[in-house]
């Protein structure tokens, strides 16, 4: 069972342009991280959110978490070829467990 | 400080074959993860351990046994592969909810 969506699936720009990546559910979390993962590496954690409402920025990278705790995005201004990877959510469910997102491919073209 | 470490990085088996995957983490994390990705589904966990010597199923667990061997190391055990076992396994430890993957296991079962 899915519990988060992701959308879009697949996203190719060019630099700099700027994007949005949703993460959408119908499960409220008690808090919210997103993931960036490169080819042939593991995911690495950007930024945890916690309360609704809550935006948190990472250089060009801004990053909302809804009202409800049921959904988040990802704004990213001015995309850089250096952004590309997959990026994914995660939602906190129970004592340290995840739930991740289907995941959204980013390509940035020079 | 290695972080996660994952053994093999790459692994062809056919039908039938047992395997056992190899995660180690240095960190002194309490928590232990396996996940599998497959495209267009994000990760999805299998099994966890909250502790050491404690183990719980995730969300696709048929199939698959694992091992808390100790706080380090968190072994999963593929008994007789599928062709439906291929995927990208990723391991992955955590102190709090912000979890560290290792680099992954490219599984391919024939």
């Known amino acids: 069972t899915q519990l988060l969506e992701q959308s879009p699936q697949f996203l190719s720009i060019q630099e700099g342009e700027n994007l949005t990546v949703y993460c959408n559910s119908s499960?409220?979390?008690?808090?919210l991280q997103w993931y960036r993962q490169e080819p042939g590496e593991g995911p690495v954690l950007l930024v945890t959110?916690?309360?609704?409402?809550e935006v948190k920025k990472l250089k060009r990278l801004t990053f909302q978490f809804g009202d409800a705790r049921k959904d988040s995005s990802l704004h990213i201004t001015a995309a850089q070829p250096g952004d590309t990877g997959l990026y994914l959510c995660?939602?906190?469910?129970?004592?340290?467990?995840?739930?991740f997102g289907t995941g959204t491919r980013l390509l940035v073209s020079p | 400080n290695a972080g996660v470490t994952q053994t093999p990085k790459f692994q062809v088996l056919k039908t039938g074959q047992s395997m056992t995957l190899q995660c180690a983490q240095d960190?002194?994390?309490?928590?232990m993860y396996w996940y599998r990705q497959d495209p267009g589904m994000g990760l999805r966990l299998i099994y966890y351990?909250?502790?050491?010597?404690?183990?719980d199923k995730g969300e696709v667990p048929n199939g698959y046994n694992v091992s808390r061997l100790n706080k380090r190391e968190f072994s999963l055990r593929l008994e007789s592969a599928a062709p439906s076992q291929t995927s990208v396994y990723f391991c992955?430890?955590?102190?709090?909810?912000?979890?560290?993957f290792g680099p992954g296991t490219r599984l391919t079962v024939l």
């Open positions: 995660a939602g906190a469910r129970g004592f340290q467990k995840l739930v």
């Open positions: 960190m002194n994390h309490n928590s």
């Open positions: 992955a430890s955590s102190l709090s909810n912000e979890q560290f």
């Open positions: 959110v916690v309360t609704g409402g």
């Open positions: 499960s409220v979390f008690s808090s």
């Open positions: 351990s909250a502790s050491e010597g404690t183990t």
